[in-house]
């Protein structure tokens, strides 16, 4: 089982001025642990949650991956997961690209239905309902994917038409950057997963809804002709993994059983205190599960 940190909150610390530091301070202790990915949010204002407000501080996904990206040599870097609506798909395409160049061939793509409709009506995003969403969701992913390919013709979609496809140089990562799906919808979601993705990434709401979402999916293979087990299985932890740590790799077992080969872990506290709390306390032991 391999382990990917979740970098979801600039709130710690508090000062902007520190924002950068604390970020690639934890990405580099995170490196240095053994954590297997990096991931931030595709997000313009916070979430609002009753742990969070809109008015805290967020930065832009891309970017930020591209700083961490500087400052590390090892750990896959993505967003978990971008917004379908927050950027055009050619550019999406060229965006992970670059990242994936500069990287050294680490960048994989993160991608779902973006739900986040008061940041996206606040900063002028297009608003569509969520059939659209969807729609254009796979549309992205059929651009992408030919993007990275050897066809550089045209493409046309009901929503997105693309005179050229060219994309020089293309990713180092070969055939392409990985492609993850975030979300568990098991009649639109999970089917494109089974479609498109190399990976899918699961909330972790639970063995049992986890191994729902996965027999849905291993269906959705079945029925477009998809090795279900050439799909990476991923996902969101929700357990504390220091305040809970037997719990946390107790679960992390019972993922495992199912296939799960990665979990993402959400700091609770100073990033780069959590960083190195995980690193030396579960993650020697969640090594040897799987």
């Given at each position: 089982?391999?382990?990917?940190?979740?970098?979801?909150?600039?709130?710690?610390?508090?000062?902007?001025?520190?924002?950068?530091?604390?970020?690639?301070?934890?990405?580099?202790?995170?490196?240095?642990?053994?954590?297997?990915?990096?991931?931030?949010?595709?997000h313009?204002?916070q979430?609002?949650?009753?742990?969070s407000?809109?008015?805290?501080?967020?930065?832009?996904?891309y970017?930020?991956?591209?700083?961490?990206?500087?400052?590390?040599?090892?750990?896959?870097?993505?967003?978990?997961?971008?917004?379908?609506?927050?950027?055009?798909?050619?550019?999406?395409?060229?965006?992970?690209?670059?990242?994936?160049?500069?990287?050294?061939?680490?960048?994989?793509?993160?991608?779902?239905?973006?739900?986040?409709?008061?940041?996206?009506?606040?900063?002028?995003?297009?608003?569509?309902?969520?059939?659209?969403?969807?729609?254009?969701?796979?549309?992205?992913?059929?651009?992408?994917?030919?993007?990275?390919?050897?066809?550089?013709?045209?493409?046309?979609?009901?929503?997105?038409?693309?005179?050229?496809?060219l994309?020089?140089?293309?990713?180092?990562?070969?055939?392409?950057?990985?492609?993850?799906?975030?979300?568990?919808?098991?009649?639109?979601?999970?089917?494109?997963?089974?479609?498109?993705?190399?990976?899918?990434?699961?909330?972790?709401s639970?063995?049992?809804?986890?191994?729902?979402?996965?027999?849905?999916?291993?269906?959705h293979?079945?029925?477009?002709?998809?090795?279900?087990?050439?799909?990476?299985?991923?996902?969101?932890?929700?357990?504390?993994?220091?305040?809970?740590?037997?719990?946390?790799?107790?679960?992390?077992?019972?993922?495992?059983?199912?296939?799960?080969?990665?979990?993402?872990?959400?700091?609770?506290?100073?990033?780069?205190?959590?960083?190195?709390?995980?690193g030396?306390?579960?993650?020697?032991?969640?090594?040897?599960?799987?």
């Amino acid at each position: 089982m391999e382990l990917g940190l979740h970098y979801w909150n600039y709130s710690r610390p508090v000062e902007p001025a520190r924002i950068a530091a604390t970020l690639g301070g934890t990405a580099r202790v995170a490196e240095q642990a053994g954590f297997a990915s990096f991931t931030v949010m595709d997000h313009y204002f916070q979430m609002e949650t009753p742990n969070s407000a809109a008015d805290e501080p967020m930065l832009e996904g891309y970017t930020s991956l591209g700083y961490v990206a500087a400052l590390t040599g090892r750990m896959t870097l993505g967003l978990l997961v971008t917004g379908v609506m927050y950027r055009h798909p050619g550019l999406l395409a060229k965006i992970v690209t670059t990242l994936d160049v500069l990287s050294g061939g680490r960048a994989r793509l993160g991608i779902g239905a973006s739900w986040y409709e008061r940041e996206q009506r606040g900063l002028g995003v297009p608003v569509v309902p969520v059939a659209e969403r969807f729609e254009r969701l796979e549309e992205t992913l059929q651009i992408c994917r030919q993007m990275w390919s050897e066809d550089n013709g045209p493409y046309e979609g009901r929503h997105y038409r693309l005179a050229e496809t060219l994309c020089v140089p293309a990713p180092l990562t070969r055939p392409h950057p990985p492609v993850m799906i975030g979300g568990g919808g098991e009649k639109k979601t999970l089917l494109l997963v089974a479609r498109y993705a190399d990976a899918c990434n699961l909330f972790g709401s639970g063995p049992e809804d986890v191994a729902r979402k996965l027999d849905v999916l291993r269906a959705h293979c079945d029925d477009v002709g998809r090795d279900y087990d050439a799909i990476t299985k991923t996902v969101l932890a929700l357990l504390p993994p220091l305040d809970a740590p037997e719990a946390f790799l107790a679960q992390a077992e019972q993922y495992a059983r199912l296939g799960v080969t990665e979990l993402q872990v959400m700091p609770d506290r100073d990033p780069v205190e959590f960083a190195q709390r995980v690193g030396q306390d579960v993650l020697p032991q969640l090594t040897s599960i799987g």
